[in-house]
């Protein structure tokens, strides 16, 4: 006689994990049983969506779960960093500065935060929303709308070239001019090769700090677009999967920071930025070490930034360092 088994399911997501990768199994109208992997972007009134890679949405009723569980992210590291499509970069930027409030559109991100920065309030349009352009573009207005944001559009270029052009017909206003902001890449082993072949670090710096959290210092000395933060921004800076502030000290006082961002096999670094009174010294190539050094010892192959292309003088120093650039964007707001 054939040994019998009892096959377990285990259902361990919730609606607290919407925003996670998933897999679900459920019962299909017809019969039987299946699956469906991709991000949990819903859960209310007794159904949760899943967005599926190709960017289709399936709605699923609880009472059709049979299991589920969060996987980890979609792995992109098995190609040199310049190989990576707009999109899939696109997406591996967007797990490292994280909107606090998503939604999805088909295949846009919808993100809000308060309104504390571009990339934390916009909508980036990673594939096919599901709608008419125009529609879309309606049902992005009305989402921002309703959480007192002004509606705005992150425009990778030349990925969303056609919803560009539709944007600028409608009136909506372009940020940052035509040189935009660089997405730069770069291979984690290349860079770090060529910043430790330029020599020693400056003697007399002090050692870069890394953290879990952003100190007192940190956020005292971290600036965006020159202002100072809002109580958000705390809540902004956390919002990643392993998020680590780097910090240079001296007596006391925070001289430099930067923020690194892990995450599918990539480093992201952001909030970069040197006190006034210790600029000139280095300490922005100590920092970008400290953070490759240590996205290196995570397993992190390759390294992406966003700089304004008017940072002539970052953009040196990243290209110095083997980064590239590998597209642009801007950002398009509804003129009001």
């Given amino acids: 006689m054939s040994p019998s088994f009892a096959i377990r ?3 361990s997501i919730s609606a607290a994990d919407v925003g996670s990768r998933v897999s679900v199994r459920r019962k299909l109208p017809e019969g039987g049983l299946g699956d469906v992997l991709g991000e949990l972007t819903g859960w209310a009134d007794g159904h949760l969506t899943v967005r599926r890679k190709d960017g289709s949405g399936v709605r699923i009723p609880e009472t059709d779960l049979i299991a589920g569980k969060v996987v980890p992210a979609r792995r992109v590291i ?11 970069l696109e997406e591996v930027a967007a ?3 994280q909107g606090l409030e998503t939604a999805r559109l088909g295949g846009w991100l919808l993100r809000a935060s308060g309104g504390w920065t571009g990339r934390a309030n916009s909508a980036l349009p990673l594939g096919d929303p599901g709608l008419d352009p125009e529609a879309a573009i309606d049902a992005v207005t009305a989402w921002y709308t309703e959480r007192g944001l002004s509606p705005m559009f992150q425009v990778p270029v030349p990925l969303a070239a056609e919803l560009d052009v539709r944007l600028g017909a409608r009136g909506w206003e372009c940020l940052y001019g035509p040189g935009g902001i660089h997405l730069m890449s770069g291979d984690i082993a290349t860079v770090l090769q060529r910043a430790e072949a330029a020599g020693p670090a ?3 710096l002090p050692p870069v700090t890394l953290g879990a959290e952003p100190s007192p210092g940190w956020l005292g000395v971290y600036r965006y677009r020159d202002g100072d933060l809002p109580p958000v921004a705390v809540d902004v800076l956390r919002k990643a999967a392993a998020p680590v502030f780097a910090e240079v000290t001296e007596g006391g006082a925070t001289l430099a920071t930067g923020r690194g961002a892990v995450d599918a096999g990539w480093l992201g670094i952001f909030a970069m930025e040197t006190a006034e009174a210790a600029r000139r010294r280095g300490l922005a190539g100590h920092v970008m070490l400290a953070l490759l050094r240590h996205a290196a010892a995570a397993g992190a192959r390759h390294v992406y930034l966003q700089v304004s292309a008017e940072n002539t003088g970052a953009v040196r120093l990243y290209t110095e360092l083997g980064l590239t650039v590998h597209h642009k964007y801007h950002y398009r707001r509804m003129s009001p």
């Avoid at 098995?78 to 899939?88: T, V």
């Fill in 9 to 11: 399911y285990e259902l």
């Fill in 95 to 97: 797990l490292g500065w």
């Fill in 202 to 204: 400056p003697t007399g």
């Fill in 78 to 88: 098995a190609r040199r960093h310049d190989l990576i499509g707009d999109l899939d």
